[in-house]
């Protein structure tokens, strides 16, 4: 059914609707009409993507196809123009007379020809003058002698980004400019059109728009440095303004060249007479000017086509061949050097304009393309001394960049692995960027990288400061955290950039806080846990949790074999275990916590909790509370000091002070009394 389906539509005949009527007649049923609905539009889907296949397997045929009609169509215009050039010179043969005696002119047939040229002129003015009481605000057009109407009518003006209708115009294309007007909606009088701009031909670029969604018979008209888009109300409406735009720059080209032939042969130095014995022909010097090369005449409307198709490195190249070869002794005194220089100079603002919009990133940008989309762009503009601004909008994208890989992590499970995610994201981001800016620019511009990425840094320890130093947050797990975003920064070292400083400079305000937070948890807490103490042994009940506990104190340092008695028991007090875990905790996770500027804060937190401690002990005459308040001084502190200098490499002086206070001496380290050799002869 599929294939009979196929050769039915495949015929130039088919009419939609007598199929269907048919399709009706000969099925029976919903089910069957059901049926051959779905056949129609799987044999559609099979067409489509045989369509899309075909695509792309011939794309880069379509591409050179489209490369060759562009080719042939420049060359269909040489053609033209060549055509147009032999008739009239055939014309001029034609009319010329040898003998004298067929094309003699009568006086008559001179005065019949002026007066068809005053009627000419005159009714060139008089449409001067009706256009000029129709239009509110309009130019004198009478001031430029030989400028005539060529076409005009009502076109549709379209917005150049967003397709959008903007306002209904009234265009007037003259021999030497075009004139923009406005309809007035509540008019009096004769007036109609309001005067909006006049662009001069010889700025005038125009470019064929592709039919596009609603964007229909179009046309670009660009005017350094307006892009205009009109769109017309048929195909042929279109084809007619196209070819009276391309009269009129044909003119325009063709008066420019007359007058330049007539300012050399006034500037043309008088040769002696032929007549003269002392001069023949053969030695008589007239100035010979090499002609431009064809390329070369053409380069300005071939920059405008390259930079209306986006190929902007060829746009570049272009510019710098053609400037190059007009700078050259060949052609450095050439009359029309001049003139084009201006003209490519107005195409190289264009260029830059549209590159540095492209760099924009409040003009439609993706983060999809990546930092390499925006390397042609920055390369051109550096090439065109735009270093500092290409610079500066390249780090605008960076910036977006790493906004939107740093908001693509979901907060999910705990902030630790939160946190690591969004170090590892950032920092490689970070990387990227520093590695394609290494490419782009100069070293002198290091420094303007270094200051966005600290800038970078700061914006992220903000966000993450929020969520990570909360009073609900665990010193371990603040310590996890931290300890996740150094390790990363590290790692960001290899790559020549050393963000650490920054990056402490962030914590350190916040790291102070919580210490000083979980300093004052433990000593309220503390309170409470000495006055509500039994001072009895404690009971693990099980082995099992006795192995944890003693596992978790060997972590921190205290090993508490010996205080187990009957298997199950500790021979401690609650609180005292409690004091232990949480004053060796401050230390261990302070001294990993804080950096070298920070040390007094986190002496200032082990004094305070150890001295409220001592302090709830002094006049508890309980022999078990005297018992616990020993192992406090002579077991718990000389281990703190010890492991302080041991991690710090010099002592507490605040815990010292407090110890002496209260008669507790801390014995330097045990020498160990084995032999060391000096040669492996003996092992």
Request: hydrophobic share 40%; net charge negative.
């Amino acid at each position: 059914m599929s294939d009979i389906n196929m050769e039915k539509f495949a015929v130039p005949e088919f009419v939609p609707d007598r199929y269907v009527k048919e399709l009706t007649k000969s099925c029976v049923g919903g089910e069957e009409l059901s049926q051959q609905k779905e056949k129609i539009q799987t044999l559609a889907d099979e067409t489509a993507s045989a369509l899309k296949k075909n695509v792309y397997e011939n794309y880069m045929q379509f591409i050179e196809t489209a490369t060759e009609i562009s080719h042939l169509e420049a060359e269909m215009y040489k053609l033209s123009h060549l055509l147009s050039e032999q008739r009239s010179v055939l014309t001029t043969l034609s009319q010329a007379s040898v003998l004298g005696n067929d094309n003699t002119i009568s006086r008559e047939s001179l005065d019949n020809h002026d007066l068809e040229a005053e009627r000419a002129e005159e009714q060139r003015k008089n449409k001067l003058n009706l256009i000029t009481e129709k239009v509110e605000g309009c130019m004198n057009l009478l001031d430029v002698p030989d400028r005539t109407l060529l076409h005009e009518g009502d076109l549709l003006e379209i917005d150049a980004e967003e397709n959008t209708a903007l306002q209904r115009m009234h265009v007037y294309l003259f021999s030497d400019s075009l004139m923009l007007t406005s309809w007035i909606s509540n008019r009096r009088g004769p007036m109609r059109y309001k005067f909006q701009i006049s662009y001069p031909i010889s700025t005038l670029a125009v470019v064929n728009v592709r039919d596009l969604g609603t964007v229909k018979q179009a046309f670009k008209v660009l005017a350094f440095p307006d892009t205009r888009v009109f769109q017309c109300n048929s195909l042929a409406i279109k084809k007619d303004w196209l070819d009276k735009f391309e009269l009129a720059k044909k003119m325009y080209i063709e008066k420019e060249n007359s007058k330049q032939k007539k300012k050399e042969s006034l500037e043309k130095p008088k040769s002696e007479s032929l007549d003269s014995p002392s001069l023949s022909v053969e030695e008589i010097q007239s100035p010979q000017i090499a002609p431009l090369p064809d390329w070369l005449v053409d380069a300005t409307e071939e920059l405008d086509v390259l930079i209306v198709e986006r190929h902007f490195q060829k746009t570049y190249e272009l510019m710098v061949s053609a400037q190059k070869t007009l700078n050259s002794e060949e052609f450095k005194s050439h009359p029309q050097r001049a003139d084009i220089l201006k003209r490519i100079e107005q195409k190289q603002k264009v260029l830059t304009e549209i590159l540095l919009k492209e760099l924009d990133v409040t003009h439609n940008w993706s983060p999809r393309g990546g930092l390499r989309s925006s390397r042609h762009p920055v390369l051109i503009l550096n090439k065109f001394n735009m270093t500092s601004q290409a610079c500066e909008l390249f780090l605008d994208i960076c910036s977006h960049t790493v906004k939107a890989h740093v908001k693509a992590v979901q907060l999910e499970g705990s902030i630790n692995s939160y946190v690591n995610q969004v170090g590892e994201v950032f920092f490689c981001s970070l990387s990227d960027a520093l590695t394609e800016f290494i490419t782009l620019f100069p070293k002198n511009k290091i420094s303007a990288f270094i200051v966005w990425a600290s800038m970078q840094l700061r914006i992220l320890m903000s966000q993450i400061i929020k969520q990570v130093f909360t009073p609900q947050c665990a010193l371990e797990s603040v310590l996890e955290s931290v300890q996740s975003l150094r390790d990363q920064c590290t790692l960001f070292c290899e790559f020549g950039l050393d963000l650490r400083f920054q990056m402490n400079s962030c914590l350190r305000t916040p790291i102070i806080k919580a210490l000083r937070e979980y300093k004052e948890k433990v000593v309220d807490s503390m309170k409470t846990k000495v006055s509500d103490d039994k001072w009895t042994p404690v009971n693990l009940h099980t082995k099992a949790s006795v192995n944890k506990f003693l596992a978790q104190m060997e972590n921190l340092g205290l090993i508490l074999a010996k205080y187990i008695i009957n298997e199950t028991w500790v021979d401690l007090s609650s609180s005292t275990i409690w004091f232990a875990q949480s004053v060796l905790t401050v230390q261990k996770v302070g001294l990993q916590l804080v950096t070298k500027d920070m040390m007094d804060v986190l002496d200032e937190c082990i004094h305070a909790v150890f001295n409220s401690r001592l302090m709830l002990s002094i006049g508890n005459d309980s022999s078990y509370a005297q018992k616990n308040f020993k192992f406090i001084l002579d077991t718990v502190m000389p281990l703190m000091l010890r492991c302080y200098k041991e991690d710090v490499g010099y002592d507490n002086e605040k815990l010292v002070t407090l110890g002496k206070k209260f008669g507790v001496n801390v014995a330097p380290p045990k020498k160990s009394n084995i032999t060391k050799y000096t040669s492996n002869e003996y092992l």
